[in-house]
Structures are given as C-alpha cells and as structure tokens.
C-alpha cells in the first residue's frame, strides 16, 4: 500500500507529461503559459472567499452589509476586530470568555481522550487477546457514526443528572484536593530524593495548579441555581468524548502499529514487562501522534456546534461556534458582516495555523486509519 | 489447603501452567483497555442501548423535565413500532410538513456520490498537473490549493452562505461585474441561490441550492485528494514511464495505463472516507440551506438533528438515528466490499 508519508526517493518525480525527449527536459514556453494559467485559475477559486472574507474583516465604513464586491478593503481599518473582542454578540459576553470556554471544551476533551485512548489503543496494537476483534469493529462502527446519531440518548440521560450547589462544590473539592495533593505530594518527593527533572516538575506543577484552580472556582462560585451537566460544559464535553474517544483509539492504534516490533522485541529478551515497554518504548515513540491525535481532538472540539447548541442555554456557557452561528444568516439580524468576517477569521486563525505546522503528519494518519482494519 | 508436591510427575503429566499465568498477557491488555472500556461503556454503549427502548417509546419534553407539582418525571409510554411507522410513512406531525424519509435518503446517497466522483476527479488531474516536470511555482500552488483543507468546516460553510446571499453575497456581485463586461443586465443576477424553488434545469428534480452547497463542497473537498494523489504519484518510479516511452506509448496512454492503476492502492482508502464524511457532513448542508427549500436538501443527519434540536421529538428523533445506524452499517460494507474487489483486481 502507498503511503504519502513515506519520503520518497528524488528520482521519482514524473508526472503525466513526463516522457518525451529525455529525462529532465524543460516545458516549452506556450506549455508552460498553459499550465501556469490553470494553475492560477484553481488558485483564484480557492483564494475567492479567503479573500473576500478578509478584505471584509478590514473594511472601515461600518456599514451593515456590503453593497458591492470589494477584495481590497476600502478605508482599511481593524475596528469590527476591536469590536468582536469587546462583544461579539447581542450576548453581554467578550470574546476572550467565548475562547475560553471553547478552548477549555476541546483541550479538556482531546486531552483526555488521547489519554485513555492510547492505552487502548496498545492493547489492540499489540496485544492479542479474545474478543480482540468484535471490540476493535465496534469501535469503528461508532466512529462511522456522526455525532447527531445518539443525540437524543446523550440528551435524555445527561438531563437527568441535576444536583444542588452544594454537591457540585464538595465534587469541586474533592477533585481539586486529590489533584493538588497528589500534585504537592509529587513535589515533595522529588525535591526529597533530589531528582530534580524539567519534565517531572511540569507534570507535578501543572496537577498542582489544575487542582488550585478546582477548589478556587469550588470556592468563589456563588449560584443558587441547581447544577444541570446537561445545561453545563462538563456535559457537553461528556458528549464529545464519546466521539473522540473512539477516534482516538482507532487513529492512535493506526500509528502504533507503524512502530517496528523488532524495538519491543530487542526490549523482551532484556526481559522488559509489557508495563515498560508501554512507558518507554510506545509512548517516547508515539508522541507525534500523540500531539497529531490531540490536535485532531481540538480542532473538532474548537468548532463543534450541534452539541452544544442543542445542550447549552446559559449565555455565559456559550461556545465561539454558537455565537458565529448567531451572526450568520437568519440570525444575524443587525450584525454588520464585516463583524461576522473578523470573528469568523479569529476562529479560524490558531487552528489553521496549526494544521498547516502538522500538515505532513495529519494527511500521512488519516489515510493510515482508512487503510488498516 | 494442602501443598501439592508437583515434583512426582504421573506418567504423560506435562508441567501444569496455572490459569493464572496462562492468562497473563492477556490480563494486561484487559487491564490496558479497562479506562476505555469504562468510559466507552458509560458514555457511548448505554446510550445506543437506551436509543433502541427510545424509539420504542413517545419520549417528548415531558419525560424530561420534571412536572411542577410532584417532582416526579412522567415516565415515557411504550409505543411499539409508532415511530417506526410514522417515519416511513412520513407522518412525524404537523410542525415537519416536508418530512420525507425516502426522499432525504436518496437525495443523501446522491449527494454523495456527487461530491466524491467531483472530489476524486480534480483532486487526481490537479495532483498530475502539479506533477509535471518543469512546472514553475508549484510550492506556491500546493501551498495555496492546500487552504480549504485547513479552514475548519463551521467557518467555510457561514462563509459560503453569506457569498450565496441573494443580496449582498459575493458571487452575485461578482457575476454582475462580469456580466457587465458583456452587456448583461445586473438584474439578471439577482439569483435566490439558497430560496429559489423551481429547479434550474428542466428534467433534473434538483433545486438550486443542490448546486450552490455543491459548489461549497468540491471547493471544501478536493484538495484532500489532491494531497493523497500526490503523495501516491511521487513513489510511482519514473522508469516505468521511461519504459512506456520506448514501447511508444503515448502521454494519455501512460496515464491511463500506469499512473491510474498505480493511484488506485492509495485513492481506494481515500474515497472510502471521503464517502463517510460526504454522507455524514452536517456542517455545509445544515449551515448553507438549513435543509430548503421545502426541506429537499436535507440529509439524514440535519433532518435528525432537527427532528430533537427544533421539535423536541426524542422518541422519534431515536428511531430515525436506529435507522441512520443501519444505513451507515451498509453504506459501510457496501464500500469496504467495493474496495476488496477494487483490491483484488490489482493482482
């Protein structure tokens, strides 16, 4: 099977045209024209609505709707960007409080299920067990599925879970307690047997800081309002993972099996346990993956709208994607388009700019998971 | 318990391995899969369970929240196969006139055999133009024919609808600009793109907002095929052309004959998942047309989410998604068959 992922050997760029007098000839002249002019064509399509979008982002007359197709802004200015970051929708929300909590759905949710995904997906890299294949197929199947398909059960059930204030403040708590504990606990103890390394501190750190963080907000939330998952982003996020757990098991398990056996073999008659295989061999060598996996997560987390647009009622919950929705079309009522255009480009400009920095390796585990079954 | 003196073999007797450590392998890829499987088992496989005695059930708003007076949730009634009977039959209620199960299912295959055959198609001959030896600025144009891929869908398809808006959208400027250049009225493009409900072309049961998410699409769509054909096209070795050229064979002929067999192994995945994606794309259809005119751009996956998000319909909306499952599951043996036989033709 070929795939693009492979370097390939310099000698193998031929194309359609490429016989004819001699290897390496040059393209006369009227071909050449030819081919440049198709290939400016495409590019003009492809760049229309780039263009279009952002010439309409920078366009400094504030006025509600274009009236005529301008691709180079008229009176350039970077006010509908000031304003989108002031209040984007008719909502009393900024921008940075939308970001967040997109941001906080897709990271908590790719970051998870790259997690508990990896670790599945070693056991059905490498790992021969029963029921090895029915569980692998039904996780496919799911992954088949979009979103939408189990909507109304996610719904039904997550909107049954509601509890006072109260309990979620004590569920604050105690996960934030656990984590900072163990965070503190994780400290100390490196500081004790003065093993002092930069990854060991991050980890311990950051658990440390997550678990501040939980019983800071435990403490200082003040709402007298019964605690709904479904009406919440942790349910939202609850709903996503059973998408993105799937897809990261089946994407992840796709790179593992890349990885040579001959490396687990070599560590086997030095008499290495699965345990340390996992941790020292998988886990150093899947790390792009693990960042591509990851990154795959958080792009689709960044712009999911049907969940929770379906979930969310709070406007304080909302999500950058409800609110473009929100500017767009039938709702976008008196919003001016040039706002529409710069909040949809600072949507779009983090995630973009880092598909284009993974790009090779995106493109080489995509095809990959179709490939293997 | 007594201690067994395993040193006296009977005769035969091979040494015993205890189940224990017979299963030790296999115990630690449980114990690898046990995190995924909890959660998978909570958060994915309940509720495809409870989906199934959903669409056996009236399940509305009132079995969702609580009733003001007794707390209670009113518990939903077992209807039997209503749903199912209501969906086929396309009577899911007054509020959705133009439910139609037959005809969203169809239109939803046909949109994404369309897309695709476009989607293969110029992604291949864009890939084999960029190919060719001597071509100027190719980094360039891969870097720029690689942006609709990297744009994430939700922006594209706001984007595109505001450009096929009738008013104030961009291709109806730009065609009057052109038109202009010909004489032709600015009024003649005045185009309803996403409203207009007589078809375009006579004969074709195809309403004008097909084509303008068709459009969308093949823009959204090629360039992924395009990456893949070139990665494929790169690794087919240039003596196998060098050869052809000797036996006579013509450019058109060595296309036909060597670079098309040699795309397929990597082209084959790829349609496959371009097919699943096209039948699953919410984003374009439900953003652009929202489904219209008179819902004949709906697809099973808008018309799903819109028989919970608008209609509060769970019960229904559960049995429609049991049928969705079902299509996908052939959809999906249907390609991974067609694949096999793509495959096997290669030897």
New interface residues.
């Given amino acids: 099977?070929?795939?693009?992922?492979?370097p390939?050997p310099a000698?193998?760029?031929?194309?359609?045209?490429?016989?004819?007098r001699g290897?390496?000839?040059?393209?006369t002249i009227g071909q050449?024209l030819l081919?440049?002019l198709?290939?400016l064509l495409?590019?003009v399509?492809?760049?229309?609505?780039?263009v279009?979008?952002v010439s309409m982002s920078l366009d400094g007359r504030n006025i509600s709707?274009?009236?005529?197709?301008e691709l180079i802004p008229p009176e350039p200015s970077i006010n509908a960007y000031r304003e989108v970051i002031r209040n984007p929708t008719a909502n009393p929300v900024t921008f940075w409080e939308l970001a967040g909590n997109s941001f906080s759905l897709a990271a908590g949710v790719s970051f998870f299920s790259v997690m508990?995904?990896v670790?599945?997906a070693?056991?059905?890299s490498r790992?021969?067990?029963?029921g090895?294949k029915i569980?692998f197929l039904s996780?496919g199947?799911?992954l088949?599925?979009?979103g939408?398909?189990?909507?109304?059960?996610?719904?039904?059930?997550l909107?049954?879970v509601s509890f006072g204030f109260e309990v979620l403040r004590i569920l604050y708590y105690i996960f934030g307690g656990v984590l900072a504990v163990g965070g503190a606990y994780m400290l100390y103890s490196r500081f004790r047997d003065d093993e002092i390394t930069a990854n060991g501190m991050i980890i311990a750190l950051v658990c440390l800081g997550i678990g501040l963080l939980f019983i800071y907000t435990g403490a200082t939330a003040t709402t007298t309002r019964n605690f709904k998952l479904r009406d919440s982003l942790y349910g939202v996020g609850?709903?996503m993972?059973?998408g993105a757990?799937?897809f990261a098991?089946w994407n992840l398990k796709g790179y593992l099996d890349t990885i040579p056996k001959e490396l687990e073999e070599a560590a086997i008659i030095d008499g290495a346990s699965?345990?340390q295989i996992?941790f020292r061999i998988i886990l150093p060598l899947a790390t792009p993956a693990l960042a591509v996996t990851a990154f795959l997560g958080f792009?689709s987390g960044?712009?999911e709208?049907?969940l929770s647009?379906?979930f969310l009622t709070q406007p304080k919950d909302f999500t950058l994607?409800m609110s473009?929705?929100n500017?767009?079309?039938q709702y976008a009522g008196s919003v001016p388009?040039s706002k529409?255009?710069a909040m949809?480009l600072m949507?779009?400009f983090p995630?973009?700019v880092v598909?284009?920095l993974l790009?090779k390796y995106i493109?080489g585990g995509?095809?990959l998971g179709?490939?293997k079954g | 318990m007594a201690s067994v003196d395993r040193t006296i073999k009977r005769p035969g007797q091979i040494d015993e391995v205890s189940f224990w450590d017979r299963t030790k392998r296999a115990r630690s890829a449980y114990l690898y899969l046990l995190p995924a499987i909890i959660i998978m088992s909570i958060i994915t496989f309940t509720p495809i369970l409870y989906q199934f005695y959903m669409s056996f059930t009236d399940f509305g708003a009132r079995s969702l929240n609580p009733s003001p007076t007794n707390k209670a949730y009113l518990e939903p009634e077992w209807i039997g196969l209503e749903n199912y009977r209501k969906i086929v039959t396309n009577e899911v209620g007054a509020k959705l006139p133009n439910f139609n199960f037959f005809r969203t299912l169809g239109f939803n295959l046909w949109w994404t055999f369309s897309n695709v055959i476009f989607h293969v198609s110029i992604g291949v001959v864009v890939a084999v133009i960029l190919n060719i030896e001597g071509l100027r600025f190719k980094r360039l144009y891969r870097a720029i024919y690689i942006l609709p891929m990297v744009l994430p869908q939700l922006v594209i398809a706001t984007v595109w609808k505001n450009m096929f808006d009738g008013e104030y959208g961009a291709i109806n400027q730009a065609l009057k600009l052109g038109g202009g250049l010909f004489g032709i009225a600015p009024e003649t493009f005045n185009i309803r793109w996403l409203q207009q409900i007589p078809d375009p072309i006579p004969g074709v049961p195809l309403p004008l907002s097909y084509f303008a998410m068709l459009i969308t699409n093949i823009w959204l769509g090629w360039p992924f095929m395009t990456l893949v054909a070139t990665g494929a096209l790169q690794s087919i070795p240039k003596e196998l052309y060098e050869a052809a050229e000797i036996d006579g064979a013509t450019p058109l002929q060595q296309f036909w004959k060597i670079t098309l067999p040699l795309l397929r192994p990597a082209m084959v995945p790829a349609t496959i998942l371009g097919i699943i994606t096209t039948f699953n794309l919410f984003h374009i259809i439900y953003f652009i047309s929202e489904g219209g005119p008179l819902g004949r751009t709906e697809i099973l996956v808008t018309q799903a989410y819109k028989l919970i998000n608008g209609n509060q319909l769970y019960g229904l909306g559960a049995a429609f998604s049991v049928f969705m499952f079902v299509i996908l599951g052939l959809l999906s043996a249907a390609t991974a068959r067609v694949s096999r036989v793509a495959e096997a033709y290669d030897d």
């Fill in positions: 099977m070929t795939n693009p992922s492979i390939k000698t193998a760029r031929k194309g359609l045209f490429a016989s004819g290897s390496g000839r040059q393209l050449q081919l440049q198709m290939c495409i590019a399509t492809v760049l229309f609505p780039i279009w979008i709707r274009p009236t005529s197709l508990v995904g670790t599945a070693y056991a059905f790992f021969n067990f029963t090895r569980l996780v199947f799911i088949l599925m979009p939408i398909a189990t909507l109304a059960p996610l719904f039904a059930m909107s049954r609850f709903a993972i059973s757990l799937p098991i699965p345990n996992f792009m960044w712009t709208f049907a647009w379906q994607a473009l929705w500017m767009t079309g388009w529409f255009a949809s949507i779009s995630v973009s598909y284009l790009q493109i995509l095809t179709g490939v």
